[in-house]
């Protein structure tokens, strides 16, 4: 194949501006799939926590098939991206493969935080972009305001002439058309694919050169073991060629190429090479980690390691102590935990994995939330037990001076709400920074704020603005120590004895905050119930029975006041704990408890706490 009919590009964009969306409409439009054939929507969504959530994960590979107006036949290979910036760690290295990308903007939300940080990424690696505006069906699209936000975006970010003249689509993905020009019908994604065949150079790279393949990521295959997916940079790569694996640490280990796959529409196609430019999937190769590369046996030429931007929160995993350990998990031990975590780290470069000085707790490093929110929910689905405590940001000492990481977040609400957010993200040493408003009745604001004050507000946000808010933040350096922020203004409402909960007790309880336990519900001493209205824990008897005489009967019991419990999904938990609590995630439930399970130990425990923060 020569370099000229290959294309690599990747789709890049802010959560939920219609990536794979649009890489559906890509597919079927190039002849991918039959007529007839049955295929999911977002077919390129492959986990089910994708599916579920609405969202991109993990980047994943395809390939399609295009013929030009000149009779040119074009491989382009699509990598999908994910949106939200806790994954930023898997665009950085999917750019790595690329020779230009596709940037997708909202018409009428316009560039997001993610959108800076992805085209920032993209620029700084000098690739050329076509910019695909989507949704131009929306009531609220703006289409020409929004191309004027891009170019402002594109002259911040330093971009060079060449990349300021980037071809402009206007798109509806989810149809499956676009236009050129505003003023003409929409029609087929022609025009996508010959922006990207005209803007986008085809690879460059010495196939007789040799052997130098950069390894971005690495696939479980229950066959053929670990298959490496990479770009060949130079030389061509052989099925059954002798090669040498080249580490992080500068290690060299031979090894011989089993197999050899390139894309072609959602399938691996085998190969017996692949010459420079090309996407390959190579295998065996076992103990090539990402990042690494694989070079010629007889003239190794080791690529310079990928490297991402460090991450920003910390978030301990332990194994489950609990009185219930052990009862749904088939992996409770702290040797599963620990392997499992160190696998997670090798095919992760965004997440560092660290162990303590107790053989049963580890520190995990990410960039958000939401990052490890997933890896914590993807060990539950694997059927291991544990338990993890509050996201901590990681500070660092500048010039003497402690600093803490910030955040750049971007707040799009009705007019109506602006005063509570303002005051809200106040309170958490929260600064307004810009405010626009765009007449529709919505206004979008700007916030510099500490990471930490991030921490626990979405679900306290989406209450305020009675869930039309939209919220989206972004890391923006570090910055001295901001203060003191308090992260939430209730207590929790704790068991003090174990049981089951009785409808006698919970009607009780319920005037004294919000429950999360129902009747019948199993619990444990040291287990949270509830969320208590004042800002105190309060230890309570959820497990109390009505006594009975011979003038009372528990049928006379009216039990229909007693409220639904407020059931936290994995996010909302870790956004609700203080330090003094953990989460016990399980196959079958998610659970909140004390750290201390013991009331004294509690007591011995916040005392300490308190004589720490007076000295």
């Known amino acids: 194949m020569q370099q000229d009919q290959l294309r690599n590009v990747a789709i890049i964009a802010h959560v939920d501006h219609g990536k794979t969306t ?34 991109t994960i993990m980047a994943k590979n395809t390939a399609v098939r295009y013929r030009t107006a000149d009779g040119q036949d074009v491989k382009i290979n699509i990598v999908d991206t994910p949106g939200h910036a806790d994954f930023g760690g898997e665009v950085e290295r999917t750019l790595r493969m690329v020779d230009g990308v596709l940037l997708l903007v909202d018409a009428a939300e316009g560039p997001l935080p993610q959108t800076r940080f ?72 022609k025009p996508i694919f010959d922006a990207i065949v005209e803007t986008i150079p085809g690879p460059t790279g010495d196939r007789e050169g040799p052997l130098q393949v950069l390894v971005t990521d690495v696939k479980p295959d229950a066959y053929l073991g670990p298959i490496a997916i990479g770009r060949v940079i130079n030389g061509t790569l052989k099925e059954k060629q002798r090669v040498l694996l080249c580490g992080r640490d500068g290690a060299q280990k031979p090894a011989q190429v089993a197999a050899l796959f390139v894309n072609e529409g959602l399938d691996r196609a085998p190969v017996t090479e692949a010459g420079a430019g090309e996407i390959v999937h190579v295998a065996g190769v076992q103990g090539i980690g990402l990042g690494e590369s694989i070079a010629d046996a007889e003239d190794p030429q080791p690529l310079p390691t ?12 332990r194994i489950n102590d609990s009185p219930f350990a052990g009862r749904e998990g088939k992996f409770v031990t702290s040797r599963n935990l620990r392997d499992r975590l160190l696998r997670e780290g090798e095919a992760n470069l965004s997440l560092r994995i660290e162990e303590t000085d107790s053989a049963d707790r580890f520190l995990v490093f990410g960039r958000g939330e939401l990052q490890l929110a997933i890896l914590i929910e993807q060990m539950r689905r694997e059927s291991y037990e544990f338990a993890v405590g509050m996201p901590q940001v990681i500070t660092k000492e500048v010039n003497g001076k402690l600093h803490e990481p910030f955040e ?83 207590g929790a409402l704790v068991a003090d004895r174990p049981g089951k909960a009785t409808p006698y007790a919970i009607v009780s309880l319920q005037e004294r905050g919000q429950l999360f336990v129902a009747p019948t519900e199993e619990v444990y001493g040291g287990m949270i119930i509830g969320e208590n209205a004042r800002d105190e824990d309060l230890e309570a008897n959820i497990t109390k029975e009505k006594k009975l005489t011979n003038h009372r009967a528990a049928s006379a019991d009216n039990f229909e006041k007693i409220d639904p419990p407020r059931r936290l999904s994995l996010e909302e938990a870790i956004e609700f704990i203080r330090e003094d609590e953990l989460i016990e995630a399980t196959p079958g439930a998610i659970r909140l408890r004390k750290r201390h399970l013991d009331p004294h130990e509690r007591k011995r425990a916040t005392n300490a706490r308190k004589a720490d923060a007076l000295t």
């Not at 002849?31 to 007839?36: A, H, I, L, M, Y």
């Not at 009531?139 to 971009?159: H, K, S, T």
């Not at 990928?306 to 995993?317: I, K, R, Y």
Request: charged share 25%; aromatic share 6%.
């Open 306 to 317: 990928l490297h991402v931007d460090e991450p920003t929160l910390s978030m301990e995993f």
């Open 22 to 55: 649009l890489v559906d409409s890509l597919l079927w439009q190039s002849g991918t799939f039959r007529d007839n054939q049955e295929v999911a929507e977002r077919v390129m969504d492959s986990m089910d926590l994708e599916r579920e959530k609405g969202i």
């Open 118 to 189: 992805v085209l920032s990424k993209a620029l700084a690696l000098g690739l050329p972009t076509v910019v695909v505006i989507n949704k131009i069906d929306r009531q609220d699209a703006r289409p020409e305001d929004v191309l004027n936000e891009v170019y402002d975006l594109f002259i911040d970010l330093d971009a060079d002439e060449h990349q300021i003249e980037f071809a402009v689509i206007y798109a509806v993905a989810r149809d499956g058309q676009c236009t050129t020009d505003l003023d003409q019908p929409l029609g087929d994604l």
């Open 408 to 490: 750049s977040a971007t707040i799009d609400v009705a007019e109506d709400y602006m005063g509570v957010v303002i005051e809200k993200l106040g309170m958490r040493k929260g600064q307004l920074a810009q405010m626009t408003n765009h007449g529709s009745g919505r206004v979008r604001m700007t916030f510099e704020i500490p990471a930490r004050g991030l921490i626990g507000y979405r679900t306290e946000f989406l209450t305020d603005t009675k869930g039309t808010g939209l919220l989206t933040h972004l890391f923006d350096g570090y910055r001295p120590w901001a203060g003191p922020i308090t992260h939430r203004a209730s």
